[in-house]
């Protein structure tokens, strides 16, 4: 997971601010256009999740429940229950990451960060046996 965030990180330094190119079947929509140091903030955020073990993401979840509901805390709450290993867990990660997408007062840069997320656990989720 750490290549993939580097990966993603390094892209986006090349890139700087820019315009992502569309995929295909999606003309007619607005192309996404992100702040870097808001798109770095959050890939900094998911990677402090993503380096806990699943007994120290435990930990952290015990108690989450009492935690103002932030952007920040949804998404950390999402990351953290990606992090326990299981199929539940990634389940609660993909259903939180989905209330974040759909909500349209987030903005792009975190939006961005989302889709991403979701993709990744949806994989785990089908390759789960």
Known sequence: MKNILSILL????????????????????TPIVVELEQVIYWLQAAN???????DEARQQLNGFHKMKKTRFNTFRYALLN???GTRDGWEVSRDTLRNLAGDKSNNEDLLWVVRIHLNHIQALINNHE
Not at 48 to 54: C, D, K, M, R, S
């Open 10 to 29: 390094i892209m986006i330094f090349i890139g700087g601010c820019q315009t992502f190119p569309q995929a295909d079947g999606w003309e007619g929509q």
């Open 48 to 54: 402090n999740a993503i380096e806990l073990t699943p």
């Open 82 to 84: 990606q992090q326990l």
